[in-house]
């Protein structure tokens, strides 16, 4: 039986990609392909940029409130396909069912978010800054944007710029990750039942010839990009040789932070989330579990008997708390970042190799995995894994994990755990990363307020969602009157 193969969405039609090079689209848990994705061309790209670019007049001049309008009923639309957009995003994907309703929830905050447009894109203005001289600032559209987004939450991030970019009255491409085109081709569909205007909203799928291609256009204004950190250095430079906007958000080494006077039984849940939720492969997780003092062979002890209770299987099943990595060459990435622990010299306490699945002999499963005493030298605690493997590194004090948090080079998230006021706030006030929770193993932001990091984890400087995100999609022109 031959493959679906997925299409483009160019000026409200689906059509076919020109290209003759295709991508298989995997089932992880079963490791069983279940789609073929073009990797689309140049000419793909610039048939969506023309489309966007002859839309955006009518579509700018469009009342801010009627284009809100538009995401009201899409989020309707979104409500009603709830189920079945999470359930699309787990069959490519692998995460647990519950973790795709999540985000497809996060999605939908961010369309909602972004109908305040009448009030989070106002200008402002001064009377007299000289005599009868008065002066006032417009937010305003600028033109064509693109998103390239990661196969690790391919409903979501896409929507944390979208809906902006619409809003103010841009035009807009999405270049989805082409392991994962499934889920945004099924949101397309519900876009296009909402019934934008052609043009308005546009998706092209492919791998790096797309991204080149949007990123060398010369009518795209700007680019938002979620990815990892070579990439998002990548997407930088290129947009900043051809004077694009961007936002490039990258990896992550996060650390997790537990005092001595912790409650571990009240933190253990958001623990194990935070380290193995969606197999470990999001810029969020937790990567390092760094003890502070005494407390380290109780969390080891509490901590391996809570990961050692994780379900893994087939994230369409309910009672699932963990399913596959996404690919089979990203299993022996993880595998291989497993034996490089062994081989410098880290303990192995909890062995996720071999890990098998009843009934699931082909998916792409890593069991859950913990090293203790590992160094901050070691590789499995500096570089990004992105799989459900936990590094234990002991620390002497809050100012050694601080040391820790900000020697990795990447500045994403950190937490903190502790029953202490002053040392959560001296945490939080010395740590480089963005993103802090305190007592909260995830510290993802809800859509009001922005989401990245700092260091190798964000390049830019306008970040996810949040109020700023209105500056990063609109141009404040000035004008200064006098009339005679």
Known sequence: MSLPVIKNYINDEWVDSNTTTFGDVWNPAKGEKIAQVPYGTREDVDAAVKAARAAFPEWRATPPLTRARYLFRLKDAFEENFE??????????????????????????????????????????????????????????????AAIVPYNFPGMVAWWFLPYALVTGNTFIVK???QVPMTQTKIFEIVEEVGFPEGVVNMVHGSRDVVNALLDHPD??????????PTAKYIYQRCGETGKRVQALGGAKNIVAIMPDADLNAGMPSLTTSFYGCAGQRCLSGSILAPV?????KLK????????????????????FMGPV???????????????????????????????VDG???GFFVGPTIFDNVTPDMTIAKEEIFGPVVSIVRTKNLDEVIELINTRGYANAACIYTNSGPAAREFKYRVKPSMVGINIGIAAPMSFFPFGGSGNSMFGDTKGHGQEIFNFFTDTKVVIQRWF
């Open 84 to 145: 079945e957009i999470a359930r699309v995003l787990t069959t490519e994907q692998g995460k647990a069912i519950d973790e795709s309703r999540g985000e497809v929830r996060r999605m939908i905050e961010n369309v909602e978010h972004a109908t305040g447009v009448t009030t989070l894109m106002c200008g402002y203005t001064l009377e007299d800054i000289a005599k009868d001289i008065d002066c006032y600032g417009h937010r305003q559209p600028m033109g064509v944007f």
């Open 301 to 320: 002890e509490q901590f391996v008997a809570a990961v050692k209770e994780i379900k893994v299987g087939d994230g369409l099943d309910e009672q699932t």
């Open 176 to 178: 989805p990750s082409e």
């Open 220 to 229: 795209i204004e700007g680019i938002s990009f979620v990815g990892s950190t």
């Open 293 to 297: 003092g005494d407390i380290a062979d």
């Open 360 to 362: 699931y002999p082909n």
């Open 326 to 356: 996404i690919s089979a060459a990203h299993k022996e990435r993880v595998l291989g970042y497993i034996e490089k622990g062994i081989a410098e010299g880290a303990e192995l306490v909890l062995d996720g190799r071999n890990y098998e």
